[in-house]
């Protein structure tokens, strides 16, 4: 028997069941408008409106309370929309509600402004095309019905590459793949996750010299083991609640794995969350051409892999390679450098300078008194991997600039013309 227990002081309800927490929801508090923490049981949970006929109710009645939400899937969900939608169901059974569940359910933050949808199969951005192509407009600076996505993984045509590392801690590249022909996770079945780890894991397998490296699932690791994996960026945790409500973390932790390489610069997460293949490739200091040259040659070995066993991966001419969030569409990239930026982070002009230079910045709340700062690519979307990566390195090129002259006591004026 479930009991909701009233925390009005800390605007908090609390379920239980059976001595376990099942779930916290913020109700009324300023900052966070809704969230929630579910124990490990209850990780897998179960889209119940894809259960109920939708013919039963009118799309009015259907409709979700987005009252109060700024995800951006509330801000471009209409009645109208949604009443024309939600009858199509895909070739894999992937309805509207389930798609925009998790925007339902987590409305979102102020001041971070979350997408709030979920594609459950390739098919979804074409069948859906009424709510998913309003959202990529709006999450990708107008990106069109007509526009094209460019490609672009030669490595040598990056320019001046070599951060200083006396400033640069850290680089780091990331991307996701996802196999053409198979379920998003949010929509996936346990047989077809269990072949997509299958599929992946001997293509990771023809990655040889310097990028070879082991597999290992998540289940082989002791909890204090699998916790410092993650620390190093050489594992995943189990699914977030707010995966959670996606019904991505079924049958954790199934067919989930991560591989990465001898040297522990090359890692690829197979079943993570939002789609079926992440590669990151690692770098101490601020060697960013050296890191994206160990990326594209690990994706060149798999997209080869993955062809010669008959299969590819999701991609289109115009939204480039298909994940489950529309953020990621495109080239799916961040590259991040963590740079030191003590005293140009103090300049009231410096959120405008980044703002200029089409890149984001978070704090890194371990090193926030050194101020260093996670820089990376803003965009993801109509631009080639080598123009974003491009892109990042010119901009920390430039802020380093700026740090060094303030060190000396000169102005930096005329730099800010340039950002």
Same mark, same amino acid.
């Given at each position: 028997?479930?009991?909701?227990?009233?925390?009005? #002081?800390?605007?908090?309800? *609390?379920?239980?069941?059976?001595?376990?927490?099942?779930?916290?929801?913020?109700?009324?508090?300023?900052?966070?408008?809704?969230?929630?923490?579910?124990?490990?049981?209850?990780?897998?949970?179960?889209?119940?409106?894809?259960?109920?006929?939708?013919?039963?109710?009118?799309?009015?009645?259907?409709?979700?309370?987005?009252?109060?939400?700024?995800?951006?899937?509330?801000?471009?969900?209409?009645?109208?929309?949604?009443?024309?939608?939600?009858?199509?169901?895909?070739?894999?059974?992937?309805?509207?509600?389930?798609?925009?569940?998790?925007?339902?359910?987590? %409305?979102?933050?102020?001041?971070?402004?979350?997408?709030?949808?979920?594609?459950?199969?390739?098919?979804?951005?074409?069948?859906?095309?009424?709510?998913?192509?309003?959202?990529?407009? !709006?999450? $990708?600076?107008?990106?069109? #019905?007509? /526009?094209?996505?460019?490609?672009?993984? /030669?490595?040598?045509?990056? #320019?001046?590459?070599?951060?200083?590392?006396?400033?640069?801690?850290?680089?780091?590249?990331?991307?996701?793949?996802?196999?053409?022909?198979?379920?998003? %996770?949010?929509?996936?079945?346990?047989?077809?996750?269990?072949?997509?780890?299958?599929?992946?894991?001997?293509?990771?397998?023809?990655?040889?010299?310097?990028?070879?490296?082991?597999?290992?699932?998540?289940?082989?690791?002791? !909890?204090?083991?699998?916790?410092?994996?993650?620390?190093?960026?050489?594992?995943?945790?189990? %699914?977030?609640?707010?995966?959670?409500?996606?019904?991505?973390?079924?049958?954790?932790? /199934?067919?989930?794995?991560?591989?990465?390489?001898?040297?522990?610069?090359?890692?690829?997460?197979?079943?993570?969350?939002?789609?079926?293949?992440?590669?990151?490739?690692? +770098?101490?200091?601020?060697?960013?051409?050296?890191?994206?040259?160990?990326?594209?040659?690990?994706?060149?070995?798999?997209?080869?892999?993955?062809? #010669?066993?008959?299969?590819?991966?999701?991609?289109?001419?115009?939204?480039?390679? *298909?994940?489950?969030?529309?953020?990621?569409?495109g080239t799916a990239l961040r590259a991040s450098v963590f740079i030191k930026l003590p005293l140009l982070s103090q300049d009231p002009r410096f959120p405008a300078i980044i703002k200029n230079l089409?890149?984001?910045?978070?704090?890194? %709340?371990?090193? +926030? $008194?050194?101020?260093?700062? /996670?820089?990376?690519?803003?965009?993801?979307?109509? *631009?080639? !991997?080598?123009?974003?990566?491009?892109?990042?390195?010119?901009?920390?090129?430039?802020?380093?600039?700026? !740090?060094?002259?303030?060190?000396?006591?000169?102005?930096?004026?005329?730099?800010?013309?340039?950002?």
């Amino acid at each position: 028997m479930s009991r909701y227990i009233p925390f009005w #002081k800390y605007g908090l309800y *609390i379920g239980t069941s059976a001595g376990a927490v099942l779930a916290v929801a913020s109700v009324n508090v300023k900052e966070f408008r809704s969230s929630f923490l579910l124990g490990a049981a209850e990780c897998s949970t179960t889209d119940i409106s894809a259960n109920v006929s939708p013919h039963r109710y009118s799309a009015a009645e259907h409709y979700p309370n987005l009252k109060g939400h700024t995800n951006i899937m509330a801000q471009c969900l209409t009645p109208v929309i949604y009443a024309a939608l939600r009858d199509r169901v895909t070739s894999a059974g992937v309805t509207l509600d389930r798609c925009i569940q998790v925007g339902v359910d987590n %409305p979102g933050h102020p001041r971070i402004r979350t997408v709030g949808l979920l594609a459950g199969d390739e098919e979804s951005y074409s069948a859906f095309s009424g709510i998913f192509d309003p959202v990529i407009a !709006e999450r $990708h600076g107008g990106y069109a #019905k007509g /526009d094209e996505h460019p490609t672009n993984l /030669d490595h040598t045509q990056i #320019k001046g590459g070599n951060l200083d590392p006396d400033f640069v801690i850290s680089c780091r590249i990331r991307t996701c793949r996802n196999i053409r022909g198979f379920s998003l %996770p949010s929509n996936v079945s346990r047989a077809e996750r269990r072949q997509i780890e299958s599929v992946l894991t001997q293509s990771l397998k023809n990655l040889s010299s310097g990028l070879k490296g082991r597999y290992f699932p998540m289940g082989s690791f002791a !909890e204090d083991e699998l916790a410092s994996l993650v620390n190093e960026g050489l594992a995943f945790d189990r %699914p977030s609640a707010y995966y959670c409500t996606a019904t991505i973390g079924r049958d954790w932790p /199934d067919s989930r794995g991560t591989w990465y390489n001898y040297d522990r610069n090359l890692v690829a997460f197979v079943n993570e969350n939002e789609d079926q293949l992440k590669v990151i490739s690692l +770098q101490a200091g601020g060697n960013m051409k050296e890191a994206f040259e160990r990326f594209c040659n690990a994706l060149i070995v798999l997209e080869k892999s993955i062809r #010669k066993a008959g299969y590819e991966w999701m991609w289109n001419p115009h939204l480039g390679f *298909i994940t489950s969030c529309p953020s990621n569409l495109g080239t799916a990239l961040r590259a991040s450098v963590f740079i030191k930026l003590p005293l140009l982070s103090q300049d009231p002009r410096f959120p405008a300078i980044i703002k200029n230079l089409r890149v984001h910045k978070r704090a890194v %709340p371990e090193l +926030q $008194h050194d101020g260093v700062f /996670d820089l990376s690519n803003q965009d993801r979307l109509g *631009i080639s !991997e080598v123009d974003l990566i491009q892109q990042v390195i010119d901009a920390a090129h430039l802020l380093l600039r700026m !740090e060094k002259r303030l060190r000396s006591g000169r102005s930096i004026d005329h730099l800010i013309t340039d950002a």
